[in-house]
């Protein structure tokens, strides 16, 4: 998926989530079912977090400058892993709050438009498909897509969780009401966990992984006059690019001009095959045994 495609999807949820979340508020306001409390206030933390995942996403395609000079790719990284933390501390741990003490006192509170409840939290459902389904065609790279769908996916278990429990308070279980407030609390908190780990990763400097280190070398060794590739390094530093680093030996004795030709011919080969971000080469001559191995 295009970067342009992502933030389209993006934009289309956080308009989608104002309109569910005024009719989430609106109904809990003449119902009472801490259900759709939950779910509102889910609802406000995505448009604040989407929002705030839309200008990292727009921040993201700037160009490489003097103080960040590999770009500013890992901004999604960045906005990712905050979106995590206001999933636990601005959604999750307040409905728990919530949620807890009423497990102790269901019958304390009442319940209302129980019908409207549902048809609320079914079209919220039938509404937050549409991005959610955009976002899943089109198999998302980016860092700030990935933690919308993973928030979208998020939503519909909670829509679920609530549409059950709201269907169990119509069949005279109060209780089922603070329980399934806990499970959509649940949800946000193990999304968010799984965010913070994956783009922890990422702003430590993870590597693309053995099957991409091993096309580069592939490719390297492919080009005349290379004869090894040593200290094969690759780090990831945007959605679709990565900062790789390596030396290829050359033949003893090569003139300067044609080892700076042959590393070059490394770096279009490497830039056309992968697109990488950068692709650093450093040249050395070549050791006797990697001589002999390459005239065999």
């Not at 770009?71 to 807890?100: C, I, P, W, Y």
């Not at 269901?106 to 048809?119: D, G, I, K, R, Y």
Request: net charge neutral; with cysteine.
């Amino acid at each position: 998926m295009s970067e342009a495609g992502d933030v389209k999807a993006i934009r289309l949820a956080v308009i989608l989530y104002v309109v569910v979340f005024a009719l989430k508020l609106s109904v809990y306001a003449v119902s009472g079912v801490m259900v759709i409390l939950a779910e509102a206030l889910h609802t406000l933390s995505d448009i604040l977090i989407s929002g705030f995942l839309l200008v990292a996403a727009g921040w993201s395609r700037r160009k490489a400058d003097a103080t960040h000079m590999f770009g500013h790719g890992r901004a999604q990284n960045v906005a990712a892993l905050v979106a995590a933390t206001l999933f636990v501390s601005v959604t999750s741990l307040r409905l728990f709050e919530e949620a807890v003490p009423r497990l102790f006192r269901p019958e304390e509170a009442t319940h209302e438009h129980l019908p409207l409840v549902l048809a609320v939290i079914v079209l919220s459902m039938a509404i937050a498909a549409a991005p959610l389904v955009r976002l899943w065609r089109r198999r998302p790279a980016g860092a700030v897509a990935r933690a919308q769908l993973m928030e979208l996916l998020n939503d519909q278990l909670g829509l679920v969780a609530a549409l059950v429990g709201t269907l169990f308070v119509f069949w005279g279980e109060p209780i089922a009401d603070p329980i399934a407030s806990l499970v959509v609390a649940g949800f946000i908190a193990l999304n968010a966990v799984g965010l913070i780990r994956e783009n922890s990763s990422f702003l430590l400097g993870r590597s693309p992984g053995p099957a991409f280190l091993a096309e580069v070398e592939r490719l390297a060794l492919s080009v005349d006059g290379v004869l090894g590739v040593h200290e094969l390094r690759a780090e990831q530093v945007g959605p679709d690019a990565v900062h790789v680093s390596m030396h290829i030996a050359v033949g003893r004795g090569t003139p300067i001009e044609d080892a700076d030709q042959i590393a070059r011919s490394v770096a279009k080969l490497v830039h056309q095959r992968i697109t990488p971000g950068y692709c650093v080469i450093h040249v050395d001559p070549a050791k006797p045994g990697e001589e002999r191995a390459r005239r065999q």
